[in-house]
């Protein structure tokens, strides 16, 4: 069992996490997860069955990873592949999408979205007196639930 950080919220990334554990317990899945927070929550939190698996660019910092990964291991696997990325990171590689959506892949794609790039911003307000205007974007992010509806693809949007 893990602490959630973040009980105040409705829906916590500590949450989500658990939420996919039951619902893929014993089921064949890989998750792929892009650099930041949700890359420590996700290693942090999943709890991974016999055939499960977690991808990630390691200490790399490879932000943008996840969405293309994730198609060449949902090719590769031929099965359920399951993102796990902030707002900045999806944002860089939004456009694979398209691949997601012509190619009908069974992916799905969760977006934790903060309006910020959270880690680097964590790191600003502990070390450089909160000054985030390169990472804070003030409430302003793109809805990400739009651009999948775009594609032809269904998607929720949850707002705590």
């Known amino acids: 069992m893990f602490v959630d950080e973040y009980e105040e919220l409705n829906i916590s990334p500590f ?17 792929i997860t892009d650099v930041g927070n949700n890359q420590m929550w996700a290693a942090h939190s999943l ?35 399951v993102v796990i990325t902030g707002d900045g990171g999806a944002l860089l590689n939004i456009q694979e999408i398209d691949i997601i959506a012509r190619e009908k892949r069974p992916i799905l794609i969760i977006v934790l979205n903060n309006d910020s790039l959270g880690m680097v911003r964590a790191f600003q307000e502990m070390y450089f007196d909160g000054r985030d205007d390169s990472t804070y974007w003030n ?22």
């Open 15 to 31: 949450k989500i996490c658990g939420i996919l554990n039951s619902s893929f317990n014993d089921k064949k899945v890989h998750y």
């Open 47 to 81: 709890r991974l069955s016999s055939g499960q698996a977690i991808h990630n660019s390691g200490s790399l910092g490879a932000m943008g990873f996840e969405i293309p990964t994730t198609i060449g291991i949902s090719y590769t696997i031929n099965d359920l592949v």
């Open 139 to 160: 409430g302003y992010s793109s809805s990400f639930a739009s651009i999948a509806n775009a594609y032809n693809i269904i998607a929720v949007h949850y707002c705590d």
